[in-house]
């Protein structure tokens, strides 16, 4: 017998999926320190949601949902990651020495 999951495992995919598209929307504006800050709380959703969900039995619905939402966190990563590139480029062709300019 599935017992239901309790309402805070799917609220933090939720809250991990609202991170992931401010993450986007800050990388489409070039807001590299807000990309940063959002990750690390992206971080802290994902430990959370790694113990609570260990208790967890979703349901067929609510593993649907789950499975919305990992396609949309990774459709966001992957475009995040696209518009780092160009970025990462740059960052690769300095030399060590003279990276901290970048950085400012």
Do not use: F, N
């Not at 986007?24 to 709380?41: I, K, T, Y």
């Not at 979703?58 to 160009?86: F, V």
């Amino acid at each position: 017998m599935t017992h239901p999951a309790p309402v805070d495992v799917l609220e933090y995919y939720r809250a991990l999926e609202q991170a992931s598209e401010r993450m986007l929307q800050a990388a489409e504006a070039d807001d590299w320190d807000r990309v940063a800050e959002l990750e690390g709380a992206c971080a802290l959703l994902i430990e959370r949601l790694r113990e609570a969900g260990q208790r967890a039995e979703l349901s067929p619905a609510e593993r649907a949902e789950k499975h919305r939402i990992m396609l949309a966190i990774l459709r966001h990563d992957a475009r995040i990651r696209e518009l780092a590139e160009p970025w990462l480029d740059v960052w690769e062709s300095t030399p060590p020495g003279s990276r901290s300019v970048l950085l400012h």
